[in-house]
């Protein structure tokens, strides 16, 4: 047996939102499926749940023998595995077939009508959006998501295998194993130069990938990109754009410009013109493909987000507490201007994870010009993730240059006891590494002193 026709599937890196996505999709197909992951988290909570064995020691012994045949088990992982992890080592000197994420993603989805989306900002919620205006037109589709979808409980929805929506990742250049039909790029600003090196050749590749487009596909862009491509846009001229946008108990209402004609009163209900933007892009997606668009303006309205992307955990005329996955300045830039949009006359207080050693040091003056617009700034140490610490590269050294006067250095553990003393009529926490985790502890503290 060679690939995905192989009885059993190991995941190297499970845990992670994409690996988990493919891991779940395998088990529907009745798969034996297992695999390692650093740390236990919900997500692995949520695969053990399904009957997926997960283990947290790098360690052969801790895998199923019936994993160990090299005839019936496919070996995937994620690029963010260090080269000297002994499981993968091992697979390697014994002649299983490896496979990297994106390669999976390639081969399941060539055989359908492959919808992809791409950029350093966006995709997550622009593809979430996506599958649930699909889903809910009746469209047989699978959805591998980069998040956890607030409708259906889970970064893997499946509907049929007709039609299939993936998130398209620029890190490692992982999106050019992928053969859309129909692809979007809602964002090419700079990031990942531990792996590009410099913003040119971000943009090189995501150049490249518009070559992966099959014949006869199409390719949607945000209005401005250096990118030929059926435009759309926020308050500005283009084939798709939102216009007359209003806000209506704390709801985004609008009118959408097609080719062909204009749908009015779109509700939407994520804050953020970033938001809007993301289901321009979706709605222009599905639009193309062909759904009804009235169908569409429908079940945009019921859309209810993605886990930690502007999600609210309190919402009182006194309080407001928000927790957001941004890790970049532009995205750190398109939340303080979504919670001004909708907080106008509240003092904003972030909680700030920055997330790799290497992103810090290459956008330390741009991470600090973003944050010190809010009212009071706490950063935390950075989270690591993948890579070892950089000499000099600290959160302390980032402080340093946010000119604020209300800014300080916090541990998670220092936390809850600070938020005795806070004034702010909102309080947010940002970041992609282990910050998550405490959202329920400080939505429990805060909720205690309403």
């Not at 959408?256 to 749908?263: D, E, F, R």
């Not at 009235?294 to 928000?322: E, M, P, Q």
């Not at 806070?422 to 590494?433: F, K, N, P, S, Y």
Request: charged content about 25%; overall charge negative; hydrophobic content about 40%.
């Amino acid at each position: 047996m060679s690939g995905l026709n192989k009885d059993n599937m190991y995941f190297i890196g499970i845990g992670g939102i994409g690996m988990s996505a493919l891991a779940r999709y395998f088990r529907t197909l009745g798969k034996s499926v297992a695999g390692y992951d650093r740390v236990s988290s919900e997500i692995t909570d949520g695969l053990q749940a399904l009957g997926i064995h997960v283990h947290f020691d790098d360690s052969i012994d801790q895998i199923d023998p019936d994993f160990l045949n090299s005839e019936t088990t496919l070996i995937v992982f994620t690029p963010a595995i260090p080269e000297n992890h002994s499981e993968l080592n091992y697979f390697r000197q014994n002649g299983f077939e490896i496979l990297k994420r994106a390669e999976v993603l390639g081969l399941i989805t060539e055989q359908t009508t492959c919808l992809a989306v791409a950029g350093t900002h966006g995709k997550t919620t622009t593809s979430t959006i996506l599958a649930h205006l699909l889903v809910e037109a009746g469209v047989e589709v699978t959805a591998f998501l980069g998040g956890i979808s607030e409708n259906y409980d889970s970064n893997f929805i499946q509907k049929g295998q007709r039609v299939s929506v993936v998130e398209a990742d620029e890190f490692d250049r992982s999106f050019l194993k992928l053969r859309p039909d129909f692809a979007s790029i809602t964002s090419m600003d700079a990031d990942h130069l531990d792996i590009y090196g410099n913003a040119e050749n971000l943009k090189e590749s995501f150049m490249a990938f518009t070559k992966c487009i099959k014949e006869g596909g199409k390719l949607f862009v945000v209005k401005g990109l250096p990118l030929p491509g059926i435009s759309c846009a926020v308050d500005e001229a283009a084939d798709y754009s939102a216009h007359n946008i209003r806000i209506e108990n704390g709801t985004y209402v609008f009118d959408l410009k097609t080719p062909k004609s204009t749908i009015d009163d779109i509700r939407f209900n994520l804050p953020g013109r970033h938001n809007l933007s993301n289901a321009v892009i979706a709605l222009a997606m599905a639009i193309e493909y062909g759904c009804a668009p009235y169908r569409l303006a429908r079940a945009l309205a019921s859309f209810k987000g993605v886990k930690r992307r502007f999600s609210c955990h309190i919402k009182t005329d006194n309080l407001v507490f928000i927790d957001d996955y941004a890790h970049h300045p532009e995205e750190i830039n398109a939340v303080y201007l979504a919670v001004r949009e909708m907080f106008p006359d509240k003092k904003v207080l972030v909680m700030f994870q920055p997330h790799l050693f290497s992103r810090t040091r290459d956008f330390a003056d741009e991470f600090a010009r973003s944050l010190e617009k809010f009212d009071e700034v706490w950063l935390l140490k950075i989270y690591p993730a993948r890579e070892e610490p950089i000499e000099g590269i600290t959160s302390s050294w980032l402080l340093d240059k946010i000119r604020h006067s209300k800014k300080r250095l916090i541990s998670k553990a220092e936390i809850i006891p600070a938020l005795e003393d806070v004034q702010a009529g909102v309080i947010m926490t940002l970041g992609a590494g282990d910050i998550g985790e405490e959202v329920e502890l400080i939505k429990d503290k805060l909720s205690y002193a309403i």
